[in-house]
């Protein structure tokens, strides 16, 4: 019995990765309002749920984060609005230093 050819395989494409050192350079990209929130109030929600795993107190977070009213997000996208700015400065003098 003849044997059948080996299947064809895909091959892979790689991809261009940056070079490590520039991104290790690079400045920290600006965290969300959501991000700002949930920093604040992990620990919070970790005391009052100890059993919680790490899932489970991602999901009571966005709950929380959904229900609450824009007036209570404002400091928190402030502080997202800031942290954009400080980022696209850094970028702006990272950019001008990496040409």
Do not use: C, H
Request: no cysteine; hydrophobic share 35%; net charge positive.
């Amino acid at each position: 019995m003849p044997k059948a050819a080996p299947a064809a395989t895909a091959t892979k494409s790689r991809s261009r990765r940056a070079n490590k050192d520039t991104e290790a350079a690079a400045p920290k990209r600006p965290l969300s309002a959501y991000m700002f929130f949930s920093q604040e109030f992990r620990a919070r929600v970790k005391s009052q749920n100890p059993e919680a795993t790490f899932g489970q107190i991602g999901k009571i977070l966005g709950e929380m984060w959904r229900n609450m009213a824009d007036e209570q997000k404002s400091p928190f996208t402030q502080k997202a609005q800031q942290d954009k700015a400080r980022y696209n400065k850094e970028m702006a003098a990272f950019g001008k230093t990496k040409a």
